[in-house]
């Protein structure tokens, strides 16, 4: 029960970091309203689901924490893997994912689930919290990936950091399908 309310504070600080983030990548006008709190649509085993803002603006997306780190004990931040939906946008299915440090510059992040590998890019290039960002490099296989996410059993996300170190982020897909369904279900 412990890692429960663990997860539940992760999940909630996380939602808030990712919805930040999302938010300053479209300017200044995201500063202020990445004050207000993302919505908790639901929570389905290992994924959550949660909405923020209305209208044009509204934004949906369903996201995880891994439940494995390597190496044990490097010095991260905030880890999740995200599927965003931005209906006023005409964006569906956006993927992403926080490895908790900056990239290295030549760092080719990769997923795989099950025999399926989903080549990322990152973020260095843009700098700030982009640094600490990937995503998933042909938009074509969104939804390729999203059906993997949903039959599949785990994911595994493997990137570099700046510092040369190698990480493998293991993820539990047990809830990932009712999550996305939440998501699709509230952001049409």
Same mark, same amino acid.
């Given at each position: 029960?412990?890692?429960?309310?663990?997860?539940?504070?992760?999940?909630?600080?996380?939602?808030?970091? @990712?919805?930040?983030?999302?938010?300053?990548?479209?300017?200044?006008?995201?500063?202020?309203?990445?004050?207000?709190?993302?919505?908790?649509?639901?929570?389905?085993?290992?994924?959550?689901? &949660?909405? &923020?803002?209305?209208? @044009?603006?509204?934004?949906?997306?369903?996201?995880?924490?891994?439940?494995?780190?390597?190496?044990?004990? @490097?010095?991260?931040?905030?880890?999740?893997?995200?599927?965003?939906?931005?209906?006023?946008?005409?964006?569906?299915?956006?993927?992403?994912?926080? @490895?908790?440090?900056?990239?290295?510059?030549?760092?080719?992040?990769?997923?795989?689930?099950?025999?399926?590998?989903?080549?990322?890019?990152?973020?260095?290039?843009?700098?700030?919290?982009?640094?600490?960002?990937?995503?998933?490099?042909?938009?074509?296989?969104?939804?390729?990936?999203?059906?993997?996410?949903?039959?599949?059993?785990?994911?595994?996300?493997?990137?570099?950091?700046?510092?040369?170190?190698?990480?493998?982020?293991? &993820?539990?897909?047990?809830?990932?399908?009712?999550?996305?369904?939440?998501?699709?279900?509230?952001?049409?």
């Amino acid at each position: 029960m412990p890692r429960r309310k663990r997860l539940s504070t992760t999940f909630a600080r996380a939602a808030t970091l @990712a919805l930040t983030a999302l938010l300053l990548s479209f300017g200044t006008a995201g500063l202020a309203a990445a004050q207000d709190a993302p919505k908790l649509l639901g929570k389905y085993d290992d994924w959550s689901a &949660y909405s &923020y803002g209305s209208g @044009a603006d509204r934004m949906c997306y369903a996201m995880s924490a891994p439940t494995k780190m390597l190496p044990a004990g @490097a010095n991260r931040g905030d880890v999740y893997f995200m599927v965003t939906h931005r209906p006023g946008r005409s964006t569906k299915n956006e993927i992403s994912m926080r @490895a908790g440090y900056i990239f290295k510059s030549t760092s080719r992040p990769f997923a795989t689930i099950g025999t399926d590998r989903f080549q990322m890019f990152n973020g260095t290039k843009e700098g700030g919290e982009h640094q600490y960002w990937a995503w998933l490099e042909n938009p074509s296989e969104e939804g390729k990936m999203v059906q993997a996410l949903k039959a599949g059993a785990s994911m595994e996300v493997r990137g570099t950091s700046s510092r040369d170190t190698l990480t493998i982020d293991t &993820y539990s897909l047990k809830g990932s399908g009712a999550a996305l369904r939440k998501i699709d279900e509230t952001c049409k």
